[in-house]
């Protein structure tokens, strides 16, 4: 899988569905074909972002 974001694949698992990218520091959910990606606020509170790409690529990384 890559991070809708900046399409990296330095992400990690945070809970079901839900996933962080150590490259662009966004949290983003998975759920069906809908993807939402979240910038993380100082206070740990996230808060929607607007900036997102059309794909996102699942796979094994291989």
């Known amino acids: 899988m890559r991070c809708p974001n900046c399409t990296s694949r330095d992400i ?9 990218c150590w490259s662009c520091f966004k949290e983003f ?3 069906g074909e809908e993807v939402r990606v979240y910038d993380v606020a100082e206070d740990g509170s996230l808060v929607v972002s607007e900036n997102v790409a059309d794909e996102l690529e ?3 990384g291989v």
Do not use: E
Not at 12 to 20: D, H, V
């Open 12 to 20: 990690g698992k945070i809970g079901a569905n839900q996933y962080y």
């Open 58 to 60: 699942f796979g094994t």
């Open 29 to 31: 959910n998975v759920a």
